[in-house]
């Protein structure tokens, strides 16, 4: 069965400082993968997206990039983090389909 | 742009209750889906709803979608506590998009 794997799970930054998440798939070969971003009591909104390695769909122009450089690993990245990145940042795969699939998430807090 | 409205965005119910989650999207699309967020953790897919005049259940849960008005719903069939949670619904393929949430809170 698929399973998909976020880390770190939480995540304490400064102002400033920069930022590196990763998202790992397991069980599955060749899947559309996803970023979004939780903000305290609100809805999703969609980051990123991605159909196969190299290829990277942006949404929302911010301080924020993607990479995707194996096939089931997705990055999302910041040279410089802002207060305004606070949040709950969930990888996701599928699409279509079967819709998409979570990850456990990454709660990131910036100080 | 594709936009979803779900409403309400608060819901709070006694056990025993029926009750109707609501999901408009502006756009048209024949894919349609239903999560579950409990808090502080990750989504939970529900339902995946592939075509006009879908329909699925999963226990007390029912989710409808009718592409020409563009709605889904979800009814929630004599709530219990352990529905409480919030539940998303979401439109679109690789661009998908998500309404607001609707939190629900189920009462004894």
């Known amino acids: 069965s698929q399973t998909i794997h976020q880390w770190p799970a939480t995540l304490v930054q400064p102002v400033g400082s920069p930022l590196s998440l990763e998202c790992t798939v397991e069980?599955?070969?060749?899947?559309?993968l996803y970023w979004y971003r939780q903000a305290a009591g609100r809805g999703l909104q969609l980051l990123f997206y991605s159909v196969g390695i190299g290829q990277i769909s942006s949404e929302v122009p911010q301080n924020l990039s993607a990479s995707r450089p194996q096939d089931r690993q997705f990055i999302l990245s910041s040279k410089k983090l802002l207060l305004s990145d606070s949040g709950f940042y969930l990888c996701?795969?599928?699409?279509?389909?079967?819709?998409?699939?979570f990850g456990p998430g990454t709660r990131l807090t910036v100080l | 742009e594709l936009k979803v409205e779900q409403n309400p965005l608060f819901l709070s119910m006694q056990e025993g209750k029926n009750y109707t989650i609501y999901c408009n999207y502006s756009t048209t699309s024949d894919r349609l889906y239903w999560y579950r967020q409990d808090p502080g953790k990750s989504l939970e897919s529900l339902f995946v709803l592939l075509s006009n005049g879908a329909v699925k259940q999963e226990g007390r849960l029912m989710a409808s979608l009718d592409t020409k008005a563009r709605l889904s719903t979800l009814h929630i069939t004599a709530a219990v506590h352990d529905l409480s949670a919030t539940y998303f619904c979401a439109v679109g393929s690789n661009d998908m998009r998500f309404g607001a949430g609707t939190r629900l809170t189920v009462k004894p």
């Open positions: 069980g599955t070969s060749n899947p559309n």
């Open positions: 996701a795969w599928g699409g279509n389909m079967v819709g998409e699939y």
